[in-house]
């Protein structure tokens, strides 16, 4: 089988070069990371040498070289072999040599002056020829509402972790409305099919259509217009983008203009009818399959160009109509010669969610047909949630086809402080390892970003590196940097959190289940990885670093998170505080741990996720409105961003997936239900009649309906002052938490 490889592994660099040629050229390259230099370090930028040569590389993965020339003037010269890799570089001078730090929740860029010379040069080349990011449903969860302003902030991030290979999704529905039409469908029989902005991700996947849509003329232009400043910034920088391909789902219209085509109706997804869901599946073999596929491709490369890297999900989470391994190489060949029909050298990038999603559909003789019916190095799988379920290990590395090892981490984009810290430092290294390994690379694969930045600083730095990391040591550093200065109490907060909620060790799924972001019930798990004291006396920590750390942003962001944290493990204890009261009929204690917990800790959590910009709800409406051209769309768009973070389709189908922790959200969403919850409760007790689970969902299902139509406006900017909430909700709470948690633990 080795041997086998060898060719196959060959054939991986060919993308790669093509890419190279089809971006910008070394001259281009180099202007574009020194643009993003003067970005982030503005007139300091100057005593910075920045260039590119891909000879560096010497054909291999990307390799930057560091070292401080003679003279005063440049204090270090980067050389990369790409504009990514020396993007790369410089954020690793920066990071290591300047005790600086760039993450979503902020930037720490105190530069020494004057800046500090190298003693000796560095070089070093990244392990594998990719470092992936993005997953199909980010694009929803995350991206949906963002202009340039922000798309320009995350590409920037993007080049200085190394990233060299992401999704260019946006604006693919202008090119599929021109296909529908020259097709012969009518605008009614488009506007059904497509979803609106916030669900996009899953209508690209055929899991859904017409939910919270149509899409309005106006939002195909402002894509369009922000997909051409993408793609075009992200291959300045080197970076190969990977364009949307056909992966076989029609809309309905198709049967109508082609009455005789071939089309099978998949089932509903996800607790979704067939009114938003059963899409139309064509058959592999009928010929309007590569009709469809082709021209769609053909006109997307049109368009933006190609780096002869596509993405395609046929069987995400819906299960194939036949198992027969023969149909599924069928389908998978298909998918393959739509993309070669529009470009020659195209290289199919698949997920491979579905086959650890539905392991019993999906036993080795499907995997490897699948796989199989695409030419060997054609493809590359992105092994999604290596870090807790590895899937090239059961199928002999992706039965020779190239894998990406990924860390998923995040669902739904949902708050929680969470980690596989131990998996992720040693599963890459493992997976290289690993018999006949066909591994090409990591990836970053979050359904949602905007949370846990020490995760995924983490991961980027693995990127790199031949080894693990000595992680007690690596997140001392890390708070120093984060800080901007060192402190003895943040970096022994940051240790008991590495230790403890960032270290789920087995198979963790981090899907919060807290009760707080959930539909009250009686029988609410509260089970939890980690000893809730650790991040009790983290934020005891972090909150005596205050004095000396509080006028640092991103400090006064993990302030907010871990006491969000620490508020969560409140909400639980006074949830089997309740729970207990109600069973063994003790009504004054139900009334006054209901009473804590609906009148003053959810009024308290959302006072302290007001006061810091990133946990607004207002903010997350606000981009929504931004997007529109009318008050209709303004409407329909606060709608789709109020719908994802709550109900998740018209009747709760994927109810609180999507959950956030937002001031605004806490208060007048969960806070509600809790309070209908507890109210529910004491009326059962001094009725004498049962709770009924089933009437109380008909009653909250009102509410939660009641807010995603209610129209109130909230706050985009902060208010109230971080510490002193944090402090004052520390001063009311801590000793009682801090006592259950030992006695707990015991």
């Not at 990011?133 to 969860?141: D, F, H, I, K, M």
């Not at 693919?172 to 506007?191: C, F, K």
Request: glycine share 8%.
């Amino acid at each position: 089988m080795a041997a086998r490889l060898v060719p196959v592994l060959a054939l991986l660099l060919l993308p790669l070069a093509s890419a190279t040629r089809a971006g910008a050229g070394d001259a281009g390259q180099e202007a574009a990371v020194r643009a993003l230099a003067r970005r982030l370090l503005g007139p300091r930028a100057a005593a910075v040498s920045l260039s590119v040569e891909a000879a560096l590389a010497a054909g291999g993965p990307d390799t930057y070289r560091l070292r401080s020339p003679p003279g005063a003037a440049v204090a270090v010269a980067v050389t990369g072999s790409s504009g990514v890799a020396a993007a790369a570089g410089l954020y690793r001078y920066l990071r290591d040599f300047c005790g600086c730090h760039l993450s979503w929740s902020g930037a720490q860029l105190r530069l020494p002056d004057p800046l500090p010379r190298l003693r000796a040069e560095i070089r070093a080349s990244a392990p594998g020829r990719y470092r992936y990011y993005q997953n199909v449903c980010t694009q929803s969860y995350s991206y949906a509402w963002w202009d340039w302003a922000r798309w320009e902030r995350e590409i920037d991030w993007m080049a200085l972790s190394g990233i060299n290979l992401a999704l260019a999704f946006v604006g693919q529905e202008a090119a599929w409305q021109r296909v529908y039409r020259s097709l012969g469908l009518n605008q009614s029989e488009i506007d059904a099919y497509f979803t609106g902005p916030a669900f996009l991700a899953w209508n690209r996947m055929g899991n859904l259509h017409g939910w919270a849509g149509p899409l309005p003329p106006a939002w195909h232009l402002k894509q369009l217009y922000l997909q051409y400043r993408i793609v075009e910034r992200m291959r300045s920088l080197g970076m190969i983008t990977v364009l949307p391909a056909f992966a076989g789902h029609v809309p309905q219209g198709v049967l109508r203009v082609f009455p005789r085509v071939n089309a099978t109706r998949l089932g509903g997804w996800s607790h979704f009818d067939c009114m938003y869901s059963c899409t139309y599946l064509l058959d592999p073999e009928d010929p309007m399959f590569q009709v469809i596929g082709t021209l769609f491709l053909k006109e997307l490369i049109k368009e933006f160009g190609t780096d002869h890297i596509y993405s395609a999900d046929t069987f995400n989470e819906m299960t194939p109509v036949s198992s027969d391994p023969a149909y599924l190489s069928r389908v998978s060949n298909a998918v393959f010669t739509s993309m070669t029909g529009a470009d020659p050298e195209a290289l199919w990038l698949m997920q491979g969610w579905l086959f650890q999603h539905q392991p019993d559909f999906w036993q080795p003789a499907q995997v490897r047909a699948l796989l199989r019916g695409v030419p060997l190095g054609r493809m590359i799988v992105l092994d999604l949630f290596a870090e807790s379920k590895p899937v090239y290990q059961w199928t002999e590395s992706f039965y020779g086809q190239p894998f990406i090892w990924c860390m998923l981490h995040n669902f739904g984009g949902n708050h929680g402080l969470f980690g596989t810290v131990e998996a992720i430092n040693h599963g890459p290294f493992a997976a290289c390892r690993f018999p006949n390994s066909t591994m090409v690379g990591t990836g970053l694969v979050p359904e949602g970003i905007e949370q846990n930045d020490m995760v995924y600083e983490l991961m980027n730095e693995l990127g790199w590196r031949q080894e693990p990391l000595d992680l007690p040591s690596w997140v001392t550093r890390y708070a120093e940097r984060r800080y901007g200065a060192p402190n003895a109490a943040a970096a022994s907060a940051w240790r008991l959190l590495l230790r403890s909620v960032y270290n789920c060790t087995g198979v963790c799924v981090n899907h919060n289940r807290s009760p707080l972001v959930r539909r009250p019930s009686l029988h609410m798990d509260t089970e939890l990885w980690y000893n809730t004291s650790d991040v009790y006396e983290a934020w005891r920590l972090l909150l005596s670093a205050g004095t000396e750390l509080g006028s640092s942003p991103t400090f006064r962001y993990d302030l907010v998170d871990v006491t969000r944290q620490a508020a969560q493990q409140l909400v639980s204890d006074y949830y089997l505080s309740i729970r207990q009261a109600f069973q063994s009929h003790t009504l004054p204690e139900l009334l006054t741990a209901g009473g804590v917990l609906v009148y003053d800790l959810l009024p308290e959590l959302d006072s302290l996720l007001s006061s810091h910009s990133l946990f607004l709800l207002g903010r997350w409406l606000e981009s929504a409105r931004a997007m529109a051209t009318s008050d209709r769309e303004a409407e329909q768009y606060e709608l789709n961003a109020r719908n994802q973070v709550t109900l998740w389709g018209p009747t709760g189908n994927i109810l609180d997936y999507a959950n956030k922790q937002l001031g605004g959200l806490v208060l007048d969403y969960y806070g509600v239900r809790w309070s209908l919850f507890v109210s529910a409760l004491v009326e059962s007790l001094n009725s004498g009649s049962p709770f009924h689970q089933d009437q109380f969902n008909q009653a909250v299902f009102q509410v939660e309906r009641g807010f995603v139509y209610n129209k109130k406006r909230y706050p985009a900017v902060p208010a109230g002052d971080t510490l002193e909430i944090s402090r004052k909700l520390f001063l009311k709470y801590y000793p009682s938490a801090l006592q259950r948690s030992q006695a707990g633990s015991v």
